[in-house]
């Protein structure tokens, strides 16, 4: 029974000392004790948040400041210290905090306190309020790099009594369609007060199958009014997504206790190969008749739409980088083969979805470099109907501002290419060149023995 | 039973140490990675040239949530080494042609104005830092004791 005793003992001393030890043992640098203040407080009142600011045994003897700086935060949730003209929030109490000391010295194994006092005004407004406590030595080190160590006390007070408000909304979603998908999506916090997030992402397809799904963990620090933050998340889908067709990212963010904040959905363009990706326009159309897609800029194309009605969907053009893959038959190819006996000058590719009539009016437009060695007049517009290069409807050219145009069916732009192309400039054949250069020469010494005649006449 | 009683005497030590530690104000010790004093550079290395070295984040709960920041704050070198005489930034002096990367669990280019973590977690943590430097042929060769300079701010915080 007392060798029981004795083990046990001896089991809880270990124990104990592992639970000593527990805190990391590292070389001490800067320590602050009270680093986060998150009290209540009442308009009118009055508190004081008291920090204790140390450094090691065997740290150097340090310098150290103390600043109250603006409450700012990046897309990362990383907390920035704002200057007073930069601190524009409304939520924020820099301006009602004051501080006991702002500088002092530091021996090795010492520490300081420091006292915030933070007189919140009777009109202080509503929701949460924010401020930074910025705690930093001076730069240490010789050489090459030197450091500045540095701890963020963040000042996120309750205003009592008031009407806390936990609003978001999304504001933007990218998605990039490598794989894996990664989606990012930009949340704004819209309430007056600070609080957690966490997002969820599906893939759909445009039939509405769900393909994938992601979420994140809650964020690991609040998002702070009027703050934002980018949740980024990647999916995997069991199959490969589809060149050419569209596809529905659905971000969904929510409270750490799942309450709704906002959900967007955003449609994104898989690009077929050969696409140059950086050409790529896309336009959301919702319940109305569908605008002008000016795509000049970006790939040279204006697109614009009749007898589609009111239509939802969505509508893409991009450039291509050379002659597209999918046509089986070239586009140079003859006529009777389902080419257009033309040489090709460049393509585009307009895809659309969610329209079901109307037709579409194509202007691609094009330089004076592009179409060198081309006949102008004989520039034409046509596009991929999936058997043959089909010539588009109503073509007119407009040489003056360089600009070809053509109507094309709505139900023939699920993802077909189109291109412009004519006929070049005949080349000079060569039994030309060389009957001008026998023809030159034979005048030359023609002319020559002319000269040669007149010299000895004269002598 | 004596052995009981001891028993109970630890158990009790045991309490009195983890009360307080649950009871005390939250703390954060942020430790930056030991002293970069010389750093050779030489364009016809792999570069970019690293170093490494470790941050450490001590906070009092096993729970608390840190964040950890790398920032060039000088105006002077705003992201660049900068030529340095020894006590201070040389005026109108060399500046390397590429601002240094600084990476962890993720990677900032200094000087990182916007404050992006370089690290975030729980607990008691080491972070691995990496100095990344890229050095070409048209930076220009410091003479005598004139060295390459920055200064890196680390910022830790428990998160609100």
Redesign the interface.
């Known amino acids: ?2 060798k ?3 083990y ?2 001896a089991f ?2 270990v ?2 000392l592992l ?2 030890a ?3 043992s ?11 203040c ?1 009290a209540s407080v009442a308009p009118g009142q009055t508190i004081t948040h ?1 920090m ?1 600011v140390g450094i090691g045994e065997s740290d150097p003897a340090m310098d150290i400041f103390v600043d109250v700086k603006g409450f ?1 935060q ?1 897309l ?6 704002l200057e007073v003209q930069d601190d524009t929030s409304p939520y924020s109490v820099r301006e009602f905090i004051t501080l006991d000391k702002r500088a002092f010295h530091l021996d090795p194994g010492e520490s300081q306190e420091v006292t915030a006092t933070i007189s919140i005004p009777e009109d202080v407004g509503s929701g949460g309020g924010y401020a930074l406590i ?1 705690i ?1 030595s001076k ?16 000042i ?1 007070l309750t205003i009592s009594g008031t009407e806390l408000i936990k609003t978001g909304e999304i504001t933007d979603i990218s998605v990039s369609p490598d794989k894996p998908i990664a989606v990012s999506t930009t949340f704004h916090n819209s309430g007056n007060y ?1 609080y957690r997030a966490k997002n969820e992402v599906k893939l759909k397809d445009e039939a509405g199958n769900i393909l994938a799904t992601a979420a994140t963990s809650p964020t ?3 998002i ?1 009014p009027p703050y934002s933050y980018q949740f980024k998340v990647s999916l995997s889908p069991e199959q490969e997504l589809s060149p050419g067709k569209i596809y529905y990212i659905v971000s969904r963010v929510t409270l750490e206790d799942d309450t709704l904040l906002d959900t967007e959905e955003e449609s994104f363009w898989v690009p077929l190969p050969g696409i140059d990706e950086a050409s790529i326009v896309k336009v959301t159309v919702e319940n109305e008749a569908p605008p002008l897609i000016d795509a000049v800029d970006k790939a040279d194309s204006e697109v614009s739409f009749n007898g589609t009605g009111n239509v939802s969907g969505v509508v893409v053009i991009a450039k291509y980088k050379e002659e597209p893959s999918v046509p089986t038959i070239s586009f140079s190819a003859p006529e009777d083969k389902g080419g257009t006996g033309k040489e090709a000058v460049k393509f585009i590719e307009v895809y659309v979805t969610g329209f079901t009539a109307g037709t579409a009016n194509i202007k691609l437009h094009y330089t004076d470099a592009e179409i060198s060695g081309f006949v102008e007049d004989s520039l034409t517009l046509s596009y991929w109907d999936g058997n043959i290069w089909q010539a588009a409807d109503n073509i007119s050219l407009d040489s003056a501002t360089n600009v070809i145009s053509g109507d094309i069916p709505v139900s023939a732009l699920g993802g077909t290419a189109m291109g412009m192309g004519g006929t070049k400039i005949p080349a000079m054949k060569w039994s030309l060149i060389i009957e001008i250069a026998c023809g030159a020469v034979a005048v030359i010494l023609i002319l020559l023995v002319y000269f040669l005649l007149i010299r000895r006449r004269r002598r | 039973m ?3 009683c ?2 109970s005497a ?2 009790i ?2 309490l009195a ?2 009360l307080p530690q649950s009871a ?10 030991a ?5 050779v550079f030489n364009p016809s290395l792999p570069q970019p040239q690293t ?1 490494t070295g470790t941050c ?1 984040i ?3 709960n ?1 729970t608390d ?1 840190w ?1 950890l ?1 790398a920032q060039d ?1 000088n105006a002077t070198t705003s992201g660049y ?1 900068t030529e340095w005489d ?1 006590s201070s930034y040389v005026t109108g002096g060399a500046k390397l042609h590429n601002a240094m990367n600084i990476s962890a669990t ?1 990677e900032v280019m200094l000087p990182n104005v ?4 370089i690290a ?1 977690g ?1 607990g ?3 972070v691995s830092v990496t ?1 990344k430097q890229e050095i070409g042929y048209n930076d220009v060769v410091l003479s005598g004791t004139h ?14």
């Open positions: 029974m007392v029981l005793s004795r046990l003992i809880s001393l124990i104990c639970l000593l527990a805190p990391v590292a070389d001490p640098g800067l320590k602050v004790t009270g680093a986060k998150t008291r204790t700012g990046s990362d949730g990383a907390y920035q210290e910025y930093h730069p240490t080190g010789e050489g090459s790099v030197g450091y500045v160590t540095a701890v963020d006390v963040p996120a600070h690991s620090s609040s702070i | 004596r052995g009981l001891l028993l630890v158990f030590l045991m140490f983890i005390q104000a939250q703390s954060i010790e942020v430790t930056p990675p002293n970069i004093t010389d750093w170093q450490v001590n906070v009092t096993a949530n964040t920041t704050l080494m020894g993720s916007a404050g992006t973590n975030t729980t008691n943590t080491s100095f060295v390459y300079r920055i200064v890196v701010t680390f910022t830790g915080s428990i998160t609100a």
